[in-house]
């Protein structure tokens, strides 16, 4: 009876032995001796970006990320040098919510301890921005495009700030789903110009153009970046993302619709033509 009671409690204290010093980041136990003499821990910000900065117009911020571990993580902390701090679970995929900002650069560091003692690290640099304020979505002109074909894309986006001057570029730009820019497309202006598909000068409404020639049906993830100077700092601004669908062919019913829809933009253009100026032409062919 003594002998199995031994063996019992044996047992038990190896199988906590395997939890305490043996499991990973989801608890699963692994081995003991090679996690602790070959032990990892990492710990990586993955949105709102995977970049070491990032600027916002919003109070807040919410992080996300993930843990990559040998051994078992004991907590995860989150502290900014805006004098806030925190903690959540240390999951594998963690996410912090609503974390307070003030006016100007912070910058947010995440740290994870495992049972080990061992402590890993990353951070991000947010600015907050009160001078940008993004008051209208990101438009697109048409939306919808079909493989193999050319289309003009006609995109615009209003922007208040309290001192315009402070913007010293847009950008049109092609995002991926972690929201990370893969590509930039055009420039948007508010100059004015035809050519850039502006209507007004200074009126906060920026515009651009772009030829898209996409062989592949795909839904493309496009936002509006702005370049702002801030107190001699140049950042960045993004709005939110609108979708360019592109489809590699279209039903039989919905292409009578866009025939008619086109025969009837041609009878409009043709019966308005002699009493519209050129800018007023172009910008009624852009809204097809």
Not at 6 to 24: A, E, H, K, T
Request: contains cysteine; charged residues 20%.
């Amino acid at each position: 009876m003594r002998k199995n009671l031994r063996v019992f409690y044996l047992s038990l204290i190896l199988v906590q032995l395997l939890c305490l010093y043996g499991c990973d980041s989801d608890n699963n136990p692994t081995d003991p001796g090679e996690n602790m003499q070959n032990p990892y821990l990492s710990v990586k910000i993955l949105t709102p970006n995977s970049n070491s900065s990032f600027c916002t117009n919003l109070q807040d911020i919410s992080l996300e990320g993930n843990i990559v571990s040998s051994l078992r993580v004991l907590s995860l902390k989150w502290t900014s040098t805006s004098r806030s701090s925190g903690s959540v679970e240390p999951e594998s995929n963690w996410s912090i919510e609503s974390i307070p900002l003030v006016p100007g650069d912070q910058t947010i560091m995440v740290e994870v301890t495992d049972v080990a003692h061992t402590t890993a690290s990353d951070q991000i640099q947010v600015t907050f921005n009160q001078n940008l304020e993004i008051t209208a979505d990101l438009s697109l002109s048409p939306s919808v495009i079909l493989t193999d074909e050319s289309s003009v894309i006609s995109a615009s986006i209003t922007a208040e700030v309290i001192d315009p001057a402070s913007i010293e570029q847009v950008y049109l730009v092609k995002v991926n789903p972690d929201n990370v820019v893969t590509d930039t497309l055009t420039a948007m202006f508010d100059d004015g110009q035809v050519e850039h598909g502006d209507r007004y000068t200074n009126d906060n409404i920026y515009s651009g153009l772009v030829i898209v020639d996409e062989p592949v049906a795909a839904i493309i993830s496009l936002r509006a970046l702005f370049d702002v100077n801030a107190s001699n700092e140049m950042i960045q601004e993004f709005s939110s993302r609108r979708k360019l669908t592109i489809l590699d062919q279209v039903a039989e019913s919905e292409f009578d619709q866009l025939i008619n829809i086109l025969n009837e933009t041609e009878q409009l253009i043709e019966q308005n033509a002699e009493n519209l100026t050129d800018t007023e032409l172009i910008d009624l062919i852009s809204s097809w």
